[in-house]
């Protein structure tokens, strides 16, 4: 391959550090780019025929993520094809994730980066995998890339449902100036800019944001944010030095039990135990850089980062103890850090040309985590406190070797070795464990023909248990004993796709998948343990499609359907609770039409089984966002910003289980518990350019 071609490589190709030790270039093709210079893509970089190795990859630009209608920044990952992302808490807490037939709770097994760094976070105090991305400054979004199923030798834990990569731009073109106020107590300020200093430039971006909800309990979140990153392009090496701060705390509104709002005992916008809350905050140093020579690209990423959350929730609220209340806060405390380094190169055997990239990645965390019993957040008993360390190496090689004019394929392997410590307040559940894994990764891709490709994709993957349930013997709120549980759980994937341009201006992709877990393994923070479940399957399909016409309208439609079940017999049934099945949106824009613009975004969220058996299930869900804007000359414009603007009272998610209203029985009574979805709301923006 000459340099050209590398250069263009490095555009399909995204190269990812934590400095904790796990290192992770990123998403080979649309699935990630390199986070070092700015970024250049045609006109619809959708259109991935000739360079995509499945179906499921893609690339949301800047424009689109701009046009979208965000209650919070989380929910722009939902321009992923069949990403739900919904909240059942405060604002400040980490959003809740559905995609591939999985409740993914608050990120596993979707591994989520943003400018390389690794959000979810392993052995947390809440649950594995926590990703919160309330630090994200959507207006310094470049782009957002994805791929699904464990079919890339470049990503390790948490990706065996899918990967997101999110890059911040190096430099703006004009300065931003933003103020938006709203309904609900919404109040938000921004300002950004980029200057050259020297052979680089400087971004800088501080964004302050508070929001009570529509709740009974205002939810007072009170958020600060600040970006600062400099960057330079000196020819064949490029680098980046980012530093970022955020912090937040707010009060929320957990779940409620359907019987108390139909009995009148809670409103359907109240909460039980008005105390509920937390506070979180994160700082993070990071680096990339890039260097292209005659012998290929090499890419490094280095991150270190604090993070610090304190979390009080009451799900349960007289169950376990009627006098004082069940409130617990979860505590979690830690540094990671990551470096991720890999090569790409490619040579000519025998007139076949063969592109090679290798990877390593490691990653380091120090945690300190904890569960309390608490009353009104103060504390009343220790369940247990662990200090955590946990280490990994990943390494990786992977080839795409084009065969003949129409057929190619892509061939990796990786390999993951986990380290982990646990010193525990209690003797028994300390200890030390060791783990490794080895997954396969193929794709087969024929064509194009009539600009269609088709896809077969196999791939092995993986995520990692809480480090506290590796070596825990002795439950520690009942005292019972338990079995440890293995620290890496194997995914299989099986897919087949097709992806199509053949009518102009329209991208269309298609596939069906399979993924196997060998066991679903949760540690519950809410308890303190980790329960094994079962072997799981889901099957479904997913179709996308991305119509532009012309320069003025966009239209955006996906929609998935999945079949998740325990794989094993078992007579409680073999549904998976909360695992989504039907998910569908619809969003289009439209802009260029002189100074109006706007859009519209419809989602469905389908019904979903709460309990084994099925004999209890969610409702479906359908919400509607929306905007239109003005632009008053060429530097300021003024955007209304509309969302459920159908006012619908509909859930934002559900769960089935026993919990204890005051003057039930003390067994407590098996009931929905539900978070609303908030109610119709107006925010008015105004946007300076300078």
């Not at 931003?176 to 709203?182: E, V």
């Not at 009343?380 to 080839?399: F, V, W």
């Amino acid at each position: 391959m000459n340099l050209n071609k590398i250069t263009e490589l490095t555009t399909q190709i995204q190269f990812f550090v934590c400095v904790s030790l796990t290192l992770i270039p990123y998403m080979a093709n649309a699935a990630g780019v390199p986070t070092l210079k700015d970024i250049i893509i045609r006109a619809n970089a959708r259109e991935l025929i000739g360079t995509a190795s499945s179906a499921n990859e893609g690339t949301v630009l800047k424009q689109q993520l701009d046009a979208r209608t965000v209650y919070r920044p989380g929910e722009l990952l939902e321009t992923v094809p069949g990403l739900i992302v919904t909240q059942h808490s405060g604002e400040g807490k980490a959003n809740q994730y559905f995609l591939r037939g999985f409740n993914l709770d608050h990120g596993t097994d979707l591994r989520i980066t943003v400018d390389g760094m690794l959000v979810n976070q392993r052995s947390h105090g809440h649950g594995q995998g926590w990703a919160d991305t309330n630090f994200i400054i959507p207006e310094l979004m470049g782009n957002l890339q994805y791929l699904k199923g464990p079919y890339y030798a470049n990503q390790g834990d948490f990706s065996s449902a899918g990967a997101v990569s999110m890059s911040y731009v190096d430099k703006l073109p004009k300065g931003i100036a933003s103020y938006g106020i709203g309904q609900q107590g919404f109040m938000r300020g921004l300002v950004t800019k980029s200057h050259e200093v020297g052979a680089g430039n400087v971004l800088y971006a501080v964004e302050l944001l508070t929001k009570d909800g529509p709740w009974i309990k205002h939810e007072d979140f009170k958020k600060f944010n600040a970006v600062l990153r400099y960057s330079q392009d000196t020819g064949s090496t490029k680098f980046n030095v980012t530093a970022m701060g955020y912090g937040g705390n707010w009060n929320s509104t957990d779940q409620i039990p359907a019987r108390g709002v139909a009995t009148g005992f809670v409103p359907r916008l109240g909460a039980i135990d008005p105390s509920s809350g937390g506070e979180s905050h994160r700082f993070s140093l990071s680096s990339a850089l890039q260097h292209i020579s005659r012998f290929g690209i090499t890419q490094m990423n280095l991150y270190t980062l604090h993070s610090n959350l304190a979390l009080f929730s009451n799900f349960t609220y007289f169950l376990d103890d009627p006098v004082k209340g069940d409130q617990f806060s979860q505590i979690d405390k830690r540094f990671q850090s990551a470096m991720n380094i890999n090569h790409l190169w490619s040579n000519t055997i025998k007139g076949i040309e063969v592109e090679h990239m290798v990877g390593v990645q490691f990653q380091n965390d120090v945690i300190n985590n904890g569960l309390l019993s608490t009353k009104e957040r103060q504390t009343l008993s220790t369940t247990r406190k662990d200090h955590i360390n946990q280490n990994s190496i990943g390494i990786y090689y992977q080839n795409s070797i084009q065969w003949f004019e129409k057929f190619r394929s892509v061939a990796g392997v990786r390999s993951d070795f986990y380290w982990f410590d646990v010193n525990s307040n209690l003797s028994a559940n300390s200890g030390n464990r060791y783990d490794s894994m080895t997954n396969p990764k193929l794709s087969l891709i024929f064509g194009p023909w009539q600009q269609t490709e088709l896809y077969f994709n196999y791939g092995g993957g993986f995520h990692s248990n809480d480090a506290r349930g590796t070596t825990s013997t002795i439950d520690p709120k009942s005292g019972d004993p338990v079995q440890p549980v293995s620290p890496l759980v194997r995914s299989t994937g099986y897919e087949v796709g097709v992806r199509t341009g053949i009518v102009p201006g329209l991208q269309a992709s298609f596939a069906l998948f399979r993924l196997d877990m060998a066991s679903e393994l949760l540690f519950v923070g809410d308890a303190g343990t980790t329960e094994a479940t079962r072997p799981s399957k889901r099957e479904g399909f997913e179709v996308s499609l991305f119509y532009k016409p012309n320069d003025w309208l966009t239209v955006d439609v996906d929609y998935a359907l999945a079949r998740a079940r325990f794989s094993d017999s078992d007579p409680t049934g073999d549904h998976i609770p909360g695992a989504i099945q039907g998910v569908g949106k619809l969003a289009v824009s439209v802009d260029n039409l002189g100074p109006f613009f706007g859009n519209l975004q419809m989602r469905y969220f389908g019904k979903r089984p709460l309990i084994e058996n099925n004999s209890v299930q969610s409702d479906q869900t359908v919400t509607l966002n929306g905007q239109i804007g003005y632009k008053i000359g060429k530097n300021v414009q003024m955007t209304l910003q509309g969302f459920n603007l159908l006012n619908t009272h509909a859930h934002a998610i559900d769960y089935y289980y026993t919990s204890r209203l005051p003057g039930e029985p003390a067994a407590g009574v098996s009931d929905v518990h539900f978070h609303p979805i908030e109610s119709r709301s107006l925010r008015v923006n105004w946007i300076a350019n300078f």
